[in-house]
């Protein structure tokens, strides 16, 4: 069964200090794999995908890593500002309809995060 | 306002009421998709549209459930004889084209639904 599962559940850290969230999967076969911000009350919105042979993609303060071979990414997230609080989440994309939901897509359940001042 | 739209943005409803929510694409997007998102659960594929193509219904959680999409645009979510377990966070997303490997999906703010 493909699956995405995310650590830490929640985080709190303080204005100004770096974070690493974690994804690890288990979907097969991999298209590619997207790191979603979703602020509280809104949509999750897109902030990096990353395909089969990319290993680190950056988007501002955020770098995402993928190990295709251990099936594990990372979001970190560099100089932490307030409007970082939010929930970050993993979702992976099948090569087809052979798995993940049925849309070819698995969503972890998220890393609520939490910027303290 | 070029994002995607959703109404009401709180609904609150009595068990056994029907409800409809309502979802306003990105204009353009052939693809549109339903989600549901409970406390602390990942995001639950529902329903997705794709041009003119028969609907992928195959995540709607029972028969209670129904979406339409009108003129290839707007799309209804209807629940009938709500439960207290439809208490969710329901988003709507649209992408350009079908739900091929680099399409980003566009989502829009939810509307939380709470069953009394």
């Known amino acids: 069964k493909n699956q995405v599962e995310q650590s830490p559940q929640s985080l709190i850290i303080l204005e100004g200090k770096n974070c690493t969230l974690q994804?690890?999967?288990?979907?097969?076969?991999?298209?590619?794999l997207r790191w979603y911000k979703q602020d509280t009350g809104r949509g999750p919105v897109s902030l990096t995908i990353?395909?089969?042979?990319?290993n680190t993609k950056s988007n501002g303060r955020y770098t995402a890593t993928l190990d295709a071979d251990t099936k594990q990414s990372s979001l970190h997230i560099t100089a932490s500002q307030l409007s970082d609080s939010a929930s970050y989440i993993c979702?992976?994309?099948?090569?087809?309809?052979?798995?993940?939901?049925?849309?070819?897509?698995?969503f972890g359940k998220g890393t609520h995060l939490i910027i303290q001042p | 306002g070029a994002g995607v739209s959703q109404s009401p943005s709180n609904k609150v409803t009595e068990k056994g009421k029907d409800v409809e929510l309502r979802c306003d694409p990105i204009?353009?997007?052939?693809?549109l998709y339903w989600y549901r998102q409970s406390l602390g659960q990942g995001l639950e594929f529902l329903i997705y549209?794709?041009?003119?193509?028969?609907?992928?219904k195959s995540g709607l959680p029972s028969d209670r459930f129904s979406a339409e999409r009108t003129g290839g645009s707007v799309s209804t979510l209807t629940i009938q004889r709500t439960q207290q377990e439809d208490s969710a966070v329901y988003l709507c997303?649209?992408?350009?084209?079908?739900?091929?490997?680099?399409?980003?999906?566009?989502f829009g703010p939810g509307t939380r639904l709470t069953v009394l």
């Open positions: 549209f794709q041009g003119n193509s028969a609907p992928d």
């Open positions: 997303a649209s992408s350009l084209a079908d739900r091929g490997l680099y399409n980003e999906q566009f």
């Open positions: 979702v992976v994309s099948a090569g087809s309809w052979s798995g993940g939901g049925a849309d070819g897509l698995t």
């Open positions: 204009s353009g997007h052939t693809a």
């Open positions: 990353m395909t089969f042979s990319e």
């Open positions: 994804c690890n999967y288990t979907v097969s076969p991999f298209s590619n």
